[in-house]
């Protein structure tokens, strides 16, 4: 009977790089998922009524997330600009400003993007002490941004950072920060250009990157199989 012999450098190819590449595709499935169940969650609460300050104490933390929410109060001196943020292919910051309500809970509001060209925070950004009513979506307070150099923050508001996440902020506006960001609607008062979404990455594209990584290693299954069918050949042909 013929001998499969694909070779010992096929064979030890096939071994290292096949699991490698199913756990990929296996990984780029399950983070699809994750992204789909945060998709369907975003347009299932943000189309329920607009609730206020009080309505939001008595819901669970799954009924919270990006709901609609109005809230009562004045936006504070600290700001954070967070830099490298872009949009239609022009660099720009989003500003994040911290919000204390009527009820005095401090949130931290995203008002949106604006570029940098001729930016001049004083003049564009900074908001007076008066209160006014902020309306937008809740989402959970994940990291903004992404920070390389892991450089320290300025001192001083406001401050320009390449990455926010809630422990920094805590640490910055104090313990009683509220753990949800709000998203800030379009026409409130302070608002820039709002481009937040639930997910930077569509589940989509996570299922495209899985077919690939699937992709390759159905290429290698055949190579493998080829490099042996061609060593039997070999051997018969000796």
């Keep these: 009977m013929a001998k499969f012999s694909p070779g010992k450098a096929m064979t030890a190819f096939f071994v290292f790089f096949f699991p490698i590449l199913i756990y990929l595709g296996s990984w780029q499935v399950s983070r699809g998922i994750e992204k789909q169940v945060i998709v369907d969650r975003h347009f299932s609460n943000k189309s329920l009524p607009t609730i206020d300050e009080i309505e939001l104490d008595g819901l669970q933390k799954n009924f919270k997330e990006y ?14 600009i967070l830099d490298n943020r872009l949009y239609r292919q022009e660099a720009g910051y989003e500003i994040f400003t911290k919000f204390k309500t009527v009820r005095d809970n401090i949130f931290l509001v995203n008002r949106g993007w604006i570029s ?106 055949f190579s493998f199989i080829y490099f042996g069918l061609k060593g039997e050949k070999n051997e018969l042909s000796k």
Aim: no cysteine; charged share 20%; net charge negative.
């Design 116 to 221: 940098k060209e001729n930016f001049n925070y004083s003049d564009e950004v900074a908001i007076h002490n008066e209160i006014v009513s902020a309306q937008g979506i809740l989402s959970p307070f994940n990291r903004f941004g992404l920070d390389l150099t892991s450089a320290e923050s300025e001192n001083y508001w406001p401050k320009y950072v390449q990455e926010l996440d809630y422990s920094k902020a805590k640490s910055d506006l104090g313990p009683s920060l509220n753990s949800f960001v709000l998203q800030l609607s379009a026409g409130s008062v302070g608002s820039l250009e709002p481009i937040w979404k639930p997910t930077e990455v569509k589940p989509s594209r996570h299922y495209g990157y899985a077919v690939q990584w699937f992709g390759l290693a159905l290429v290698l299954i």
């Design 67 to 80: 709901r609609s929410i109005r809230l009562n109060g004045t936006y504070e001196n600290e700001t954070y």
